[in-house]
């Protein structure tokens, strides 16, 4: 299998944050490797303000794991 996560490092909180939607995705496709029904649930969950805003607390668990990662970007002292 292909290594698609090589590393947490991220240059930028822009692309830590870019990361972070990456693993989400990834974690769907995992867990739902069927293309044809991710898409055939779509509609139902993109118009469904509490499955948005589930997706977005995935997301922010995901960027806090990049962010400490990358020593939430601060220069060392």
Sequence with gaps: MEN?????????PSEGYDLAIKLARIAVKKTQPDAAER???RPEYAGDADALIA????????FATIAAANQYWREPA
Excluded: C, G
Aim: aromatic share 4%; no cysteine.
């Design 39 to 41: 898409e055939r649930l």
């Design 4 to 12: 698609w996560l090589p590393t947490l490092i991220a240059p930028t």
């Design 55 to 62: 997706v977005s607390a995935v997301v922010a668990t995901h």
